[in-house]
Nanobody, 114 residues
Framework: QVQVVESGGDLVQAGGSLRLSCAAS????????WGWYRQAPGKQRELVAR???????NYADSVKGRFTISRANAKNTVYLQMNNLKPEDTAVYYC????????WGRGTQVTVSS
């Protein structure tokens, strides 16, 4: 059973940057597509970025040009660099496999103040 631990969330002002990390147990991370998801209060969880095992990336329109997903297979880690943050980016961020996520981690809180 794969376990993930997300970290790097914080309170930042609009326009600021954060880098999120997702550490996965085992070596499964290198075998499949992984994504960063987020869930804002009162909203459904949504996929914001994903990266294939061949490093092909895809982004939601709302974050395109501001967020960058990357992976370090040797470290079983996926990253999300977030620049030019906006208040609407406020959410709990999770990483998981895509398109069939497994058990969810606790996530990491990102709060962007205006």
């Amino acid at each position: 059973q794969v376990q993930v631990v997300e970290s790097g969330g914080d309170l930042v002002q609009a326009g600021g940057s954060l880098r999120l990390s997702c550490a996965a147990s085992g070596s499964i991370l290198s075998l499949t597509t992984w994504g960063w998801y987020r869930q804002a209060p009162g909203k459904q969880r949504e996929l914001v970025a994903r990266i294939t095992r061949d490093y092909i990336t895809n982004y939601a329109d709302s974050v395109k040009g501001r967020f960058t997903i990357s992976r370090a297979n040797a470290k079983n880690t996926v990253y999300l660099q977030m620049n030019n943050l906006k208040p609407e980016d406020t959410a709990v961020y999770y990483c998981n496999a895509y398109p069939d996520p497994g058990d969810w981690g606790r996530g990491t809180q990102v709060t962007v103040s205006s």
